[in-house]
Structures are given as structure tokens and as C-alpha cells.
């Protein structure tokens, strides 16, 4: 009886399997969770359970329900999830599917810190004009309707308006204002509706409108016209209880009873009035007016260089005067008008939003917050440059900043308001002194309810000023000042240069057209004109330099070269005192060439196999002062530069950043290494990075990614045998220093692969390769990766035969198509594989595309809305060939062209909206270099490069930056040796032409579709 118990009870507990979940991020009952957190449990079983898939709950309630189901059927065990709520207790538990069973974890709690400056608070991806944070609400505008949003971003209501949105103004109220309509909300969701025609073009404070003409006061439930005049009103602004009123050539000082207190004329005309706490600052098109509390003048800033050439935007910041020029430079002059900072940036910035008294942030390529010592406080940046798609609005504590690379997105910021309060008290004690007159008024939570109307004369539609948003236009808006002075955007001005004692004028017309002065470094250029000296310039003479009349400078230009062999170098100078006017003098023994700036850089632009002398001068009281010199001479600008080793290394693939090239590859010595090697511009500096074990190893593809403090990271992909079983995909991330951030090995029991690599976001990336699976041969896999290397997740594709992956591209749904070649589906031999996989890696559909003959693949890219596939079709003879994708209707369009050579192609870049396709030809027992670029319209593979070295060269990547050609690839050298080689040429005019310009509608039937 004993023996038949213990049978049972051995027989029972081998039928039972064991699994458990664990929680590894965030851990159960963790505090102080960031807020950006990633998602990622342990699933250990006896079963062996390769199939499992997941469901992640995520709830705010202990008690977690269907409801709260976020994912369903993950493949990893990794989630990024959305941006959580600061000093929030979560709850969340993993569901595990394995063979019809379900496998429940315990719930686990965690608690999110609370929220740090610079943090993003939420992001949206809806398609809205603008979104502006409102209170405890966020307001979507669209073209017809603007929606209410809770901080959970669940839709209130929707008020659908009369007409189209053309311009919103927000102060505590929020002006909407349609061709004939006024609406306006307020911080608790009450909503008021006016007829009201005219078209605004500021509001101030919270009841004051101005038109083309007139002044209009909100008063109770009307709007009542309180002021009139014949000429276009430029400007107004509220200051110390007066209206100021600026016209063409005066000012207008009104009380609050439109009493005319003050009248000032100007012989220029004005072009927007600034206000801090105690001074005014009238702008005109040739200088800065100061004002006093009396309106008494005080100081003036003339301007050296028109503003129209250097595109300034004008604000006021903890009482200084800061001027953004050109987009790349800021300048700060003290509550003096002196100039205490002169800051160049790298990038390119739209947007000055003062966050308070001791912090501001710049909005453009990329959004960084300094402090006022200009030092870098926190930022955001994408891989691409980012482009505002709305103005910035700032509420509180909370920044709406609507931007896009290849996805549009606002994202909301957090910066601790700590000198400003959110002042809703007196826009509420408004609504209460309204509240008889309730029955004119409407609660979003009422629907049906309307709105009594109120009508006024119509007027002529004026242009937009700088609280204004003009929706229809593509041209970036500007931004508004809110009631508590925090973002003060201007309009760009148009200031020609009359007024100063030095005559610039033939140094301005010197200038190209397109002055790279606009974006606020200076260039160069060389004109056909002889040597002269600038107009109406003295040099000091003999007595004044004896007797010390001269002003002492203290400058050095930054320059140690004696040989350039750059066509285009950036030289800064600095020194003391501060000036804010430059004259640099570039001389070839035969023509002067001479240029102004206010900055403290420019950038030449030489010829080659010249000598050259530099001079700096500044100007002070109509005398030149000679500030520094230097000589030089350049070369012919050409290289080509091998990197010679006695062993063999080879590159598959570059990328490059602002300063560097990154080679990924190996090195063969005694086993394959994988490498990645770093060279600068001038291809003089470079340092080798090396990784792998015994085995053989190495990368395919390389990527450059950004962590949170803007530092550069690379992260390359390929094979690895020294880890897993046969052989890994392999993935490192490193630094640009070459300091090792992670290692991934990815695989099975069979040979697999990585491919390639692409960047989704700033915060995650997606690699493709081959994956040895069940015992086929094998499929392609797909794998969504952060940053800091957590798998997202993994899926696989393909059938029964043979599958090789070639590369993915980012589709417009935050998806990816995937391309590569099969022997599973098709015609016979290689097709083309194509498959539109969505945003968690499901497929949504796949199609083949080829011949009777092989159908290889070299690279997929994206123009405007259409994908293209290079590809080659071999057979008894070769054609270069392009298919069109359309990730809704699968292949469109294509053509081929006959290779007149044996010919291969190895890779595919788009530059300047061109696209070039690259690799070899064999021509007289010898491997040339050879670039195609494709003539979509033409249906043209056009011939752009072909170089030969000493040796067989391989292109395997094309460059074209700051009019140099680079072409990288491999050379078989004289002692059979497999070498890396680098070439750089000047691009020759007819080339530099048809890269650097096309006619616009062209560009449009390309990116349309080939026929």
C-alpha cells in the first residue's frame, strides 16, 4: 500500500511543471523610479517553453484588471513603456502563454520619483497645429475644431468652430479666432463666443485687441472699440499703466482712459516695441532706442550690418536684451545696451524661451536649456536635426514643443517655475464678476448649449505680429509674449545699413546672395575684384599711434597652420576689450577679399595652391586697428589616404558625424577581429577600436546613436563565433572614445548573423539578420533594441528555404519595412523580399518582386513618402535595377539598365535628395571604383565617378560634405595585402551643380513616384 502511495504521488509531481515570473525593472516595491522607466521581467521553467509569449498589465490600482492590459503577445521580455506620472504608485504583473497555458506572476508595485528639471512629462503623436498646456489641461488645435485634454490625455470635449483656426493667442486666456469668429476659453473651461471679423494682430494683457487700425476692449460679455487711428499700428504694449501705441515713424503713449500722454517721433520706422521692468526698446530698422520709465531717451545701439542679412529675433531675459542672429548666435547686451556675451552655437535654433530669471532654452536642430553662464543644463536631440513644426508654448511649469524628424510629436517638458506663479486669480475674479450673465456663457461639460453672439465691423486682414500664429503657412511662427513676460518671440526685421560712421555698403554688396552671414558666420568668398581698401576708413596715423590716441587690443587669431589643405576652414579670434565689429581682409598677392561680422569666427573659403595673408582689423571712431595677422598656403585639396597595414582588414561600412568618420570592419591576423576604426575630416587623426575572441568575428554595419548628455555613441552589428554556440549576430555599443557601454550575442543552435542596423528614435534602434532556425536554413529576424541595449522585442520571417536580410528602413506608422532576398516564394531562383511590419514587429504584409534570374538587393532608401530598392538582376548579363515600394500597395514602377562591364554594386546612400548607388567594375584585369547617381525621371543609371588606384578598389560608402567627394572601400595592394582606402576631391562644378541644385518640380515628380 505504501509502494502504490508513493507511485501516485511520484507519478503526480512529474506531471506538474514549475514556472515563475520575477520582476527585474523595475524591482517590486522600488521607490524613486525614474520616470522613462523600461519594463523587464525573468521567466525561468521547466518545460523548456521556447514558444512563450507575454501580456503586461500596468495599472494604478492594486487591483489590476483586463483594462489595464498594454501589451499583448510580446515575444521579449522587455517593454519601454510610455512616460509615467511623477510620485505615482504603479501596479503591474506579467501573464506568460506557453502551449494553451497561462502562467500568472504576482502583482509587483513600484513608486515613480518625483520630477527633475528637463524631465519630459508627456509626449503626444496626435496630428495637432498646436497644443498648448493650459492649467491642469493640455488644448489641441486642429484646423476646424480644438479638443480639451485631461494630464491623462483622455479627450473632455471637442468644440467643433465656424470656419477654419487661423490664429491662437495665449495669455491667461486663450484667444481662437477663426475669419469670423472670437473664442475664448478660460482656466476653468468656461468658453466664450464672438462674432468679430478683423483680423488680430496682438493681444495684451487679457482685454485688450489690436486690428489693422483700431484698439478693442473685452468688456463683460461685448468687445468695444476704444481707439482709432488712419495709419497701421505696428506694435502695442501695456507698460507702468500706459498704452503704448507704435506707428510707422512714432510712439503713442495712452492712459487706460486712451488719453494721449506722450507723443515721440522717429526719422526711421519702427518695427516692434520691447519692454522689461523699468526701460522700453524701440526698434527700428537701423538701431535700438532706449527708453526710461518717462519715456526720456537714453541710449541707442546702431547696428553695423542689416538685420535683413543676419535675420535677428529680438527678446528681453532677466533685463537684458538678447538677439538671436542668423540662428546660430546669441548675443546679450546689458540693460546698457552693452554687449556682455557673444555665444556661437553649432546648431541651427528658431526659438529664445526665457524659463526665468536665471535659465532660458533654445529651440531648433536640437532644445537645450542653459543657465545664464551659458552653461548646458539639460537637453533633447534626435539622430536627425529636429524642426519645430509649432511655436513653443510655456504654462507654469510645463513646455509644449512641437517638433519633427521623421515623426511628428509634442512633447511636453517640465522646468520648475520658481520666480513666476501662474497667475489665474484675476482671470477668475473676471469670470465672476460675468457670472449674471451666465446664460451667454458655456461649460465644455454642456454640449448643446449656445452661445449668444456679439457683432463688430469688419476690417482688412493684416498680417501676423509676434503673438500671432499663422496656421495655413509653412513659414515658422512666431512667439508670443505671455502675461508674465516669458517667451517674447519678434517677427525678423528688415534693417538696412545707413546710419552708421563707417560706409559698409560695398562690403555688404561683396556678399552672395545667399550670405552665409544668415546664419551668423561669416564666409569669405573670392571675388574677381582688385585690392582696395575699404570705403571711408582711416588707418590711425603717425602722431595718434605715437601720442596712445589709438584704442590697445589685446587679439589673437586661433590659427597655427602654415600648409592648409582644406577648401573650406573656420577660424575663430579672441581678446580683450570686447568689440562687436570685425573686418577681415583674406589676400592673394592678387585680389583682396574682405568681409564685416559682428561674430568672433568666419569661415574661408580657398583655392588651391595659393599663399595667403589674413589680417583682423575692428573699427572705433572711423579708424581701422589692426588687431592680428597671419600667412599661409594651401594645396590642391586632393587625398587619398590608405590605411597600409601587412595584414589584412576590411571595411563594410561608414557613417560620420560633424567631425569623424567610423569604419566598421575587422582585421585578420591571426583570427578575425571585429573593428571599428576613427578618422577625423582632414583624415590625419584616427584611433582602432578592437572586439571578439578566438573565434572569427566582425561588423557589417555601424550606426552613431545619442545618450542623454549629447555625448556621441556607435553602435556597430555583425558576427561573432568567439560567443554563443556556431555563431552569434553581435552587437556593441561603445563611445566615441572607444569605452565599451554594452555586448549582445544573439542566437540559436545554427550560424546566425546581423545585417544590419538602422536608428528608430533617440531612444531606440532596430537590427535585421539571418536567424538558422528548426532546421531550415534561414529566416530573417527583426529586433526592436533602447539605446542602453534592452530588446524591446524580436520576430522572425520567412519560409521553408533560404531567406537573407538586407536592410530595414522606418515606415510613416512608426513601423519598418524590412528587405532582403528569398528562395522560399517567388519565380525560381533569389527575389526580392519585402515585408511592412508594424510598430510592436508583427507583420501586416509581405510581397516578392523578381525575374527569372537572381534578384539581389544592394539597399533600400526612402524619398519624400516612396521607398526605392536598388537591386541587381544577374543572369547571363547584369542590370542595375530600381523598384518602387509603397507601403500600402506593395511594388509599383521599376526599370533596369545593361551593365556594359562586369559590374557590382555594394551599397546605396541618398545625398541632397540624389540617389547614388556604388561598388565595382572590372576593367582591364582590374577592380575600378565606380559611382552611379539614379536619374528616376530619365530611368538612368548615370555614371557620376569612376576612380582607379594602384590596386583593385572596392567603393563601399560615398560621402558628400562641405564640397568635398569622399569614397571609401577596400584595395588589394602590391603585396596582395586587403587594405582600407579613403579618397577625398574637390567636386568639380558640373557635379557640384547637379548636387547642390534642382529644379523644385522635379524634386516633386521624384519624390512622387519614377513614372
Do not use: C
Amino acid at each position: 500500500m505504501k509502494k502504490s502511495l508513493l507511485f501516485i504521488l511520484i507519478f503526480i509531481f512529474s506531471t506538474i511543471s514549475f514556472s515563475s515570473i520575477k520582476a527585474v525593472m523595475p524591482k517590486n516595491n522600488q521607490e524613486e523610479v525614474d520616470l522613462k522607466i523600461i519594463f523587464k521581467w525573468s521567466y525561468e521553467s521547466d518545460q523548456n517553453d521556447k514558444k512563450v509569449k507575454f501580456r503586461l498589465y500596468i495599472s494604478e490600482n492594486p487591483n489590476i484588471k483586463e483594462e489595464d492590459l498594454k501589451l499583448n503577445n510580446l515575444f521579449s521580455n522587455f517593454y519601454a513603456g510610455d512616460v509615467l506620472k511623477p510620485q505615482t504608485t504603479y501596479y503591474w504583473k506579467i501573464e506568460a502563454l506557453s502551449e494553451g497555458k497561462v502562467i500568472d506572476s504576482q502583482t509587483f508595485r513600484f513608486k515613480t520619483r518625483e520630477l527633475q528639471n528637463g524631465d519630459i512629462y508627456q509626449i503626444f503623436f496626435e496630428n495637432y497645429k498646436s497644443l498648448i498646456p493650459y492649467g491642469k489641461y493640455f488644448i489641441g488645435i486642429n484646423n476646424d475644431s480644438f479638443e480639451i485634454i485631461d494630464e491623462n490625455k483622455n479627450k473632455i470635449k471637442t468644440i467643433n468652430v465656424k470656419g477654419i483656426i487661423e490664429n491662437i493667442y495665449k495669455k491667461e486666456i486663450i484667444y481662437i479666432k477663426t475669419k469670423e469668429k472670437l473664442y475664448l476659453l478660460y482656466p476653468d473651461m468656461i468658453i466664450k463666443e464672438f462674432n468679430f471679423d478683423k483680423k488680430i494682430i496682438k493681444v495684451n494683457e487679457e482685454t485688450y485687441i489690436t486690428t489693422k487700425n483700431e484698439i478693442y476692449e473685452i468688456k463683460s460679455n461685448k468687445i468695444e472699440k476704444i481707439y482709432s487711428s488712419r495709419e497701421n499700428i505696428i506694435d502695442t504694449k501695456i507698460f507702468d499703466q500706459h498704452i503704448i501705441i507704435a506707428l510707422k515713424n512714432k510712439i503713442q503713449i495712452l492712459d487706460f482712459d486712451m488719453k494721449n500722454i506722450k507723443e515721440i517721433n522717429f526719422k526711421e520706422e519702427i518695427q516692434q516695441i520691447l519692454t522689461s521692468k523699468n526701460k522700453i526698446f524701440i526698434i527700428t530698422k537701423d538701431y535700438i532706442q532706449e527708453l526710461d520709465k518717462n519715456y526720456d531717451e537714453i541710449k541707442r545701439l546702431n547696428f553695423k550690418i542689416s538685420s535683413d542679412k543676419l535675420n535677428r529675433k529680438y527678446y528681453i531675459h532677466s533685463e537684458n536684451m538678447i538677439i538671436l542672429a542668423g540662428n546660430n548666435t546669441l548675443q546679450i547686451y546689458n540693460e546698457k545696451l552693452e554687449l556682455i556675451k557673444n555665444i556661437n552655437y553649432e546648431e541651427k535654433y528658431d526659438y529664445f524661451i526665457s524659463l526665468n530669471e536665471d535659465k532660458y532654452v533654445l529651440i531648433g536642430e536640437k532644445i537645450k536649456a542653459f543657465d545664464n553662464n551659458n552653461k548646458n543644463i539639460w537637453s533633447y536631440s534626435s539622430i536627425s536635426p529636429l524642426t519645430p513644426i509649432s511655436k513653443p508654448y510655456k504654462d507654469g511649469s510645463l513646455i509644449s514643443i512641437g517638433i519633427t524628424d521623421y515623426v511628428d510629436r509634442y512633447i511636453i517638458f517640465f522646468e520648475e517655475d520658481i520666480t513666476n506663479e501662474t497667475n489665474y486669480k484675476k482671470v477668475i475674479q473676471k469670470i465672476e464678476q460675468d457670472s449674471n450673465e451666465k446664460e451667454n456663457q458655456t461649460k465644455f461639460e454642456n454640449t448643446e448649449e449656445k452661445i449668444p453672439k456679439d457683432t463688430e465691423n469688419t476690417v482688412e486682414p493684416m498680417k501676423n505680429d509676434e503673438d500671432l500664429i499663422n496656421i495655413d503657412h509653412t513659414e515658422p511662427a512666431t512667439v508670443e509674449n505671455t502675461i508674465n513676460e516669458i517667451t517674447e518671440e519678434p517677427t525678423p526685421l528688415n534693417i538696412t545699413e545707413n546710419a552708421t560712421k563707417i560706409d559698409l555698403e560695398k562690403e555688404i554688396k561683396s556678399l552672395t546672395q545667399k550670405s552665409t552671414e544668415t546664419t551668423k558666420e561669416s564666409t569669405i568668398t573670392n571675388f574677381t575684384k582688385p585690392a582696395t581698401k575699404i570705403d571711408n576708413i582711416k588707418e590711425p596715423n603717425i602722431f595718434e599711434q605715437i601720442f596712445g590716441l589709438v584704442p590697445k587690443y589685446d587679439y589673437k587669431i586661433n590659427f597655427d597652420y602654415d600648409e592648409i589643405d582644406e577648401k573650406q576652414i573656420k577660424i575663430t579670434w579672441d581678446g580683450t576689450p570686447i568689440t562687436d565689429n570685425f573686418i577681415i581682409e583674406l589676400n592673394d598677392n592678387k585680389i583682396l577679399n574682405t568681409v564685416t561680422t559682428e561674430s568672433t569666427e568666419a569661415t574661408l573659403t580657398l583655392e588651391k595652391n595659393k599663399n595667403y595673408n589674413l589680417k583682423l582689423f575692428t573699427i572705433k571712431d572711423g579708424k581701422k586697428i589692426n588687431l592680428d595677422s597671419k600667412d599661409f598656403k594651401t594645396t590642391n585639396f586632393q587625398k587619398t589616404v590608405i590605411l597600409d597595414k601587412l595584414y589584412d582588414e576590411y571595411a563594410y561600412k561608414v557613417v560620420s558625424d560633424e567631425n569623424n568618420f567610423y569604419i566598421a570592419g575587422y582585421e585578420s591576423r591571426d583570427s578575425w577581429k571585429a573593428k571599428i576604426i576613427k578618422i577625423n575630416k582632414n583624415l590625419k587623426e584616427k584611433k582602432e577600436y578592437i572586439f571578439g575572441g578566438d573565434g572569427t568575428d566582425f561588423f557589417k554595419d555601424i550606426i552613431i546613436t545619442k545618450d542623454a548628455s549629447e555625448n556621441a555613441n556607435l553602435v556597430a552589428i555583425g558576427d561573432t563565433s568567439s560567443k554563443g554556440l556556431n555563431g552569434d549576430a553581435y552587437i556593441v555599443s561603445i563611445t566615441s572614445d572607444g569605452t565599451i557601454n554594452y555586448e549582445i550575442n544573439y542566437g540559436d543552435f545554427g550560424r546566425d548573423s546581423g545585417i544590419s542596423i538602422s536608428n528608430i528614435d533617440d531612444e531606440s534602434y532596430v537590427v535585421s539578420g539571418n536567424f538558422f532556425t528548426n532546421n531550415r536554413l534561414t529566416d530573417i529576424f527583426v529586433s526592436k533594441y533602447t539605446k542602453d541595449g534592452a530588446r524591446i522585442w524580436t520576430n522572425n520571417f520567412g519560409g521553408k528555404n533560404l531567406e537573407i536580410a538586407n536592410s530595414v528602413v522606418n515606415n510613416s506608422n512608426q513601423g519598418f519595412i524590412v528587405v532582403g532576398y528569398t528562395r522560399s516564394f517567388g519565380y525560381g531562383k533569389f527575389d526580392i523580399y519585402a515585408i511592412n511590419i508594424d510598430y510592436y514587429g508583427k507583420e501586416k504584409w509581405s510581397n516578392v518582386y523578381g525575374d527569372e534570374n537572381d534578384d539581389i538587393p544592394v539597399g533600400t532608401i526612402k524619398l519624400g513618402k516612396k521607398y526605392y530598392i536598388i537591386y541587381e538582376n544577374e543572369g547571363e548579363e547584369i542590370y542595375h535595377s530600381i523598384v518602387e515600394l509603397d507601403e500600402n500597395k506593395g511594388f509599383g514602377n521599376s526599370f533596369k539598365q545593361k551593365s556594359e562591364y562586369k559590374e557590382k554594386l555594394l551599397g546605396t546612400k541618398v545625398i541632397n535628395d540624389e540617389i547614388y548607388t556604388y561598388g565595382y567594375r572590372e576593367k582591364n584585369n582590374k577592380k575600378l571604383g565606380i559611382v552611379y547617381k539614379i536619374n528616376i525621371e530619365q530611368k538612368k543609371f548615370e555614371e557620376f565617378l569612376e576612380i582607379e588606384l594602384d590596386g583593385d578598389y572596392q567603393i563601399i560608402g560615398l560621402d558628400i560634405q562641405d564640397e568635398y567627394i569622399y569614397t571609401y572601400g577596400n584595395i588589394m595592394t602590391k603585396r596582395n595585402t586587403n587594405n582600407i582606402v579613403i579618397t577625398r576631391d574637390i567636386i568639380q562644378q558640373k557635379n557640384q551643380d547637379q548636387i547642390q541644385t534642382k529644379d523644385l518640380e522635379e524634386k516633386k515628380e521624384i519624390k512622387n513616384g519614377i513614372m
